[in-house]
């Protein structure tokens, strides 16, 4: 049964389901540079489904989001160890942006790294992509970091977190 978690203009926000991953793949391939192998995608999907989600309007599919949980150092406090939540990738069909489809995929994929008792919620983000981290401020997300060459093609990430505790 389909997991419906919100609707945003006539967008429908449910949890991901292994028929959905080929439309999910095929978005990571239209929308980013950075591609991950099949295989990659359906371990997400495997390891932490609650904040694997889509967007869907007319049975298309037409944004996603992925996240993973990882243990390692705070990016809040001085010599934490924490469970931290991390946003692997998102998107948007070009044509259904700007429809408010991001915000309440983000939402969503936060709300399934809090079930899990996270302490925070990290990403990384193209310098440029100034949309992207618009939205990720507008979030609560800080710039913790720049990360030299992050990127294959040499460009800069910004790492940016939310503290979530
Ligand atoms: C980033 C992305 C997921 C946002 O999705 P979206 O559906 O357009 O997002 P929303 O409509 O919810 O807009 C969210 C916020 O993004 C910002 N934003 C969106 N379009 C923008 C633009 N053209 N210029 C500046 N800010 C913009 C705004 O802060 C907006 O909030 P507001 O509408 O309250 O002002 C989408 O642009 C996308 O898929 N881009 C290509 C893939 C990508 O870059 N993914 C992120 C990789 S880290």
Known sequence: MQSIL??????????CEEKDLPFVININM????EHYSDYFFSSILAELPEAFIVAEIK??????IMCKIEFGFSNF???????????????VLEEHQGKGVGTALMLEGINGVIIKKTDEIYLEVRVSNE???????????????????????????????????
């Open 131 to 165: 949309s992207a981290v618009q939205l990720y401020k507008k979030l609560g997300f800080i710039i913790k970091s720049r990360l030299k060459s992050y990127y294959r093609d040499g460009e800069d990430a910004f790492l940016m977190a939310k503290d979530l505790s």
């Open 6 to 15: 919100r609707s945003v203009g006539g967008y429908v926000i449910r949890s």
């Open 30 to 33: 239209i929308t980013l540079p």
């Open 59 to 64: 049975n298309q599919i037409v944004g996603y």
């Open 77 to 91: 406090r001085k010599l934490g160890f924490v469970k931290k939540g991390h946003v692997v990738s998102v998107a």
